[in-house]
């Protein structure tokens, strides 16, 4: 049986017994629980970097012919190569800046969405990106802009 000694606010130094403690302090079975927005950034921020490593490693794969069945990276156009090889680093880069929750890792990341989303209205990626891909960015952004709000808010 673990005892601690606690002081409280009037100065009145008491023993405790933790064991006895949790029952009040959880009011009868409830445990309150405060959201946190800068915490769901973060886990938001790894989560993506997930997905912008498997981007990254898929286009490198392209690059690298593991996938001869999909594509043969030398007959594709030139300007389709380039935004191949464009994304597989960057994409990769982003990755690591989201897995560390850094700011230049959101910038970079908001830049290849950004290049994504309106390369099928330049028609360089036109082929491989559709509407759903997309919209998928979209959405994507504008649920990070509004946790980098909220998580602003809260720090504010």
Same mark, same amino acid.
């Given at each position: 049986?673990?005892?601690?000694?606690?002081?409280?606010?009037?100065?009145?130094?008491? =023993?405790?017994?933790?064991?006895?403690?949790?029952?009040?302090?959880?009011? *009868?079975?409830? =445990?309150?629980?405060?959201?946190?927005?800068?915490?769901?950034?973060?886990?938001?921020?790894?989560?993506?970097?997930?997905?912008?490593?498997?981007?990254?490693?898929?286009?490198?794969?392209?690059?690298?012919?593991?996938?001869?069945?999909?594509?043969?990276?030398?007959?594709?156009?030139?300007?389709?190569?380039?935004?191949?090889?464009?994304?597989?680093?960057?994409?990769?880069?982003?990755?690591?800046?989201?897995?560390?929750?850094?700011?230049?890792?959101?910038?970079?990341?908001?830049?290849?969405?950004? =290049?994504?989303?309106?390369?099928?209205?330049?028609?360089?990626?036109?082929?491989?990106?559709?509407?759903?891909?997309? *919209?998928?960015?979209?959405?994507?952004?504008?649920?990070?802009?509004?946790?980098?709000?909220?998580?602003?808010?809260?720090? *504010?």
């Amino acid at each position: 049986m673990k005892t601690v000694m606690r002081q409280s606010l009037d100065g009145v130094t008491q =023993i405790v017994d933790p064991a006895s403690q949790q029952g009040r302090e959880a009011g *009868a079975g409830r =445990i309150a629980l405060r959201w946190n927005w800068t915490g769901a950034l973060v886990w938001y921020m790894r989560t993506l970097a997930w997905v912008w490593l498997a981007k990254g490693l898929f286009n490198w794969s392209l690059v690298l012919g593991a996938m001869p069945g999909y594509a043969d990276f030398t007959a594709l156009p030139r300007a389709l190569q380039g935004s191949v090889v464009f994304f597989a680093a960057v994409d990769l880069l982003a990755a690591v800046g989201l897995w560390l929750a850094a700011p230049w890792g959101g910038v970079v990341w908001l830049l290849c969405a950004a =290049i994504e989303t309106v390369s099928p209205a330049l028609g360089v990626r036109g082929m491989v990106s559709g509407a759903l891909v997309v *919209a998928l960015n979209l959405a994507l952004a504008a649920f990070y802009f509004f946790l980098s709000w909220q998580a602003g808010q809260e720090r *504010a």
